[in-house]
């Protein structure tokens, strides 16, 4: 709690300051299982519901109360041999407005969620005064997949269905201002913003260089002076060049005619500031120039980054990536990853072919993983 409310400032000394934040968003989820279903359906007649418990959300200082209303037979006549589900916020003492979203979906007897539906919650309709107002997810369940055999049906195993309500409330918009203490000194991390700063400056202004990495861009010759003491005690691998009677050492320059112009700038400035801009985009070039000069932070950075946007369009191009340049925790994630949704890879079978020893590790990987464990289509 103590860290929530720790003090945020702009990244420069000031006299005073402004700083505009969002607070967390809330997530709640909700589960209703409703035994005896098929009896639900045949006798609760198009346009009468069933009501679960109701349950409460604490979000910007209230405590909102929902409760889901189920009609097995649908809501109205446009929606009959389906069952709809409604969300219902019954608080009618609202304090403020809030935004946010809903998603419903249906657990099937895998544990995996089916039949998913979303929707926005407008600030609009939540108007201080205003009367409770619901949610429909209308057509939600199609009857003819609920009358399947029991042995068949993984959506109401045992004549059980399974609902989950998850709710997602918007953080607000917070501000905080304040003034700078005339007699404060310098904090840690000032200091060190400070430093990064300065180093920064020394690698644009190029002053005190004695080493040049050259580099090719579009066919042009760019040279960009550097330092050889950053880089040697940053690098292994510079340390090494600059120690011995390398070319290197001779000319003073650096050649890296494999990496371009823009994953060269970018690793420098990591290796002057320690720190890189929008790492999401520039992970997988960076992790390949990082593996060459060992630069172990900077790779296990990369690879927490395309480990935590793995997806189906980009799976298969980490793995190859991790299988080259030896990153282990990444090659393990995207293989799990590929044999969890290995369904979703059926129309892509041919981008495995130039990739046998890799196709011999997801069988062996398939092999070991229970089958609750993959996805299935439904």
């Known amino acids: 709690m103590a860290e929530d409310k720790k003090e945020k400032k702009p990244p420069i000394e000031t006299a005073s300051w ?10 709640h989820d909700f589960a209703w299982t409703i035994t005896n279903f098929s009896r639900k359906i045949n006798g609760v007649p198009n346009g009468e519901y069933i009501e679960s418990d ?10 909102l109360e929902w409760q889901l209303c189920l009609y097995p037979a649908g809501k109205d006549g446009e929606d009959e041999e389906h069952v709809s589900i409604l969300l219902e916020l019954v608080s009618r003492s609202l304090t403020a407005t809030f935004s946010g979203k809903i998603e419903f979906s249906v657990v099937s007897d895998t544990g995996e969620k089916v039949f998913r539906k979303k929707k926005s919650i407008k600030e609009s309709d939540t108007q ?9 997810a209308a057509k939600f369940i199609p009857h003819n997949l609920l009358k399947m055999d029991s042995q068949s049906n993984q959506i109401t195993p045992s ?20 003034k700078q203490q005339s007699d404060s000194k310098p904090s840690t991390k000032v200091c060190l913003e400070k430093l990064s700063l300065d180093l920064s400056k020394l690698l644009e202004d190029q002053q005190f260089s004695d080493i040049t990495i050259v580099c090719q861009d579009g066919g042009n010759e760019i040279k960009i002076p550097a330092h050889k003491t950053i880089l040697g005690s940053r690098s292994p691998v510079f340390n090494a060049m600059f120690n011995t009677n390398m070319t290197e050492t001779q000319t003073r320059e650096v050649n890296i005619i494999d990496l371009n112009i823009s994953t060269v ?29 060992q630069l172990s932070e900077l790779k296990e950075m990369c690879e927490d980054t395309l480990c935590a946007n793995l997806s189906v369009e980009n799976s298969l ?20 990853f590929i044999v969890e949704h290995s369904s ?5 079978i041919d981008k495995f072919k130039a990739y046998p020893d890799l196709i011999a590790e997801l069988f062996k990987a398939m092999a070991r993983s229970p089958t609750n464990k993959r996805r299935k289509v439904v």
């Open 344 to 348: 979703d890879f059926i129309d892509q």
């Open 317 to 336: 191009e980490c793995l190859v990536l991790a299988d080259l340049h030896n990153a282990q925790e990444l090659k393990q994630a995207s293989v799990k």
């Open 128 to 136: 201080i005064g205003r009367p409770m107002f619901g949610l429909l």
């Open 159 to 178: 004549d059980k269905l399974t609902v989950l309500c998850e709710i997602t409330i918007d953080g607000k918009d917070v501000q905080q201002s304040g």
């Open 18 to 27: 402004c700083y505009r934040d969002k607070e967390e968003d809330v997530h």
């Open 265 to 293: 700038k970018d690793m420098l400035r990591y290796m002057y500031i320690g720190t890189i801009d929008d790492l999401n985009t520039r992970s997988p070039n960076l992790l390949e120039a990082a593996d060459k000069y």
């Open 54 to 63: 109701k349950f409460s959300v604490s979000a910007h200082g209230m405590d």
